[in-house]
């Protein structure tokens, strides 16, 4: 288990260069956030001046789910799996061309790397072009779930 998963995934996100060139609202992690994530007091640089939401990423990483695909008992090591989701927002006026661009920056990215001693990523799912229900009031979204597999 990697307690620094976030800040290694922006790391991969940030090698890029089309992708943090589209992200003009910049990349967080949930993690460092709070409860509230991106907003104008925590992440004053994901909105313009005149408070509109620019185009970011929010990466949040889920609890360790076992999966015994790898069990040593004598070692005390089994297999597990992460689920990290990215969310990819942008102005509720902006429509999705930009998120649409950047999700498959990400996908480019992200399938088949690699973080510390992981397997490689995998898609596991694509919600698109939906609206945040929570503090972003209803900004485009889209969010990709990957599995991250190790032995630990």
């Keep these: ?6 800040a290694d995934i922006i790391s991969l996100l ?4 089309t ?9 967080y ?3 460092s956030l709070g409860v509230d994530g991106i907003n104008h007091m925590t992440t004053p640089s994901a909105f313009t001046s005149d408070g509109e939401l620019k ?3 929010l990466v949040r990483v889920r609890s360790v789910i076992p999966t015994y695909a790898v069990l040593d008992m004598l070692e005390k090591r089994a297999s597990v799996d ?5 969310y990819l927002y942008d102005d509720i006026n902006a429509g999705y061309s930009t998120i649409d661009t950047a999700t498959s920056e990400v996908y480019d990215t992200l399938l088949g790397s690699f973080v510390g001693e992981s397997f490689e990523l995998i898609l ?4 698109s072009r939906v609206r945040d229900e929570g503090s972003l009031f209803r900004a485009n979204l889209t969010r990709m779930d990957w599995q991250i597999s190790e032995v630990y």
Excluded: D, F, K, Y
């Design 1 to 6: 288990m990697n307690p620094t998963l976030e």
């Design 14 to 17: 940030q090698t890029n260069s």
């Design 19 to 27: 992708l943090t060139s589209l992200l003009t609202g910049g990349m």
């Design 29 to 31: 992690a949930a993690g």
């Design 55 to 57: 185009p970011c990423i």
């Design 82 to 86: 992460t689920i990290v989701e990215i």
């Design 124 to 127: 596991l799912n694509i919600l």
